[in-house]
């Protein structure tokens, strides 16, 4: 299993608990607004074992509540499933962050109560998906897949899009609402210019733009909320 790195404590990556979050290495999409871009391929490496990361959670059993587990895009790992089932016989709880591109992953866990919380990405409305994706040719079936299967409030979950000026326009948000009607809980995440910016011409959005954007998506999911502004 390729664990490209951990964060020891957090309070933003699992909502309501303390958590540890485990980066896992590689990924289907190369979106051009990755923070995370030296875990999806080669050269990255495993910087921890399966076992480091257990005895790092046996540890902290009375302090942490839950586990993250990211990438990269963790449903590619095969071994996925049983890491997790180890650290769920800790105790934890755990939570996903994923692309929802390999949706029968999604679901097998979730039937096999592995997971407590989803957070899965929105990459942009249908007409941009490519592109926000990093992809030449962007088939939506399984990332409709995901969307429905999380909409059937089979485990806690939220959706979330990272705003990115230079790629989204209103009109993703405008595609967005009625794809995702109904959902408990989306989230509009500003960006956030990293020192080595991946592609000229990305920067955040004003916060009146966003709230132009979540204004948008209201009428479909009331509870729509604004990430990462200040």
């Known amino acids: 299993m390729l664990i490209a790195g951990l964060q020891k404590t957090t309070l933003l990556d699992y909502p309501g608990r303390l958590a540890a979050t485990v980066f896992l290495g590689g990924c289907n999409f190369r ?7 030296e875990l999806i391929s080669p050269p990255c490496s495993s910087e921890f074992s399966v076992s480091e990361i257990l005895s790092f959670l046996k540890k902290r059993k ?8 990211t990438g990269g895009e963790p449903t590619l790992e095969r071994d996925l499933e049983n890491f997790i089932r180890e650290i769920r016989s800790l105790g934890f709880k755990i939570k996903l962050d994923t692309n929802g591109f390999q949706p029968d992953v999604l679901i097998h866990l979730c039937r096999e109560n592995l997971l407590d919380y989803v957070a899965m990405d929105i990459k942009a409305g249908r007409e941009h998906y490519s592109a926000a994706a990093g992809l030449s040719d962007f088939n939506p079936a399984p990332v409709e897949k995901s969307i429905h299967f999380l909409l059937s409030g089979a485990v806690p979950y939220e959706f979330r899009t990272t705003a990115v000026k230079g790629l989204h326009t209103e009109q993703d948000f405008m595609e967005i609402g009625p794809w995702i009607a109904g959902a408990d809980a989306y989230y509009i995440q500003n960006y956030k210019t990293p020192e080595d910016l991946p592609r000229p011409g990305l920067e955040p959005f004003s916060r009146d733009e966003l709230l132009h954007f979540a204004a948008l998506i209201a009428p479909y999911v009331p509870g729509v909320k604004l990430r990462g502004v200040d």
């Open 31 to 37: 979106c051009p607004y990755c923070h995370n871009r």
């Open 62 to 69: 009375n302090i942490l509540e839950g586990v993250c587990i």
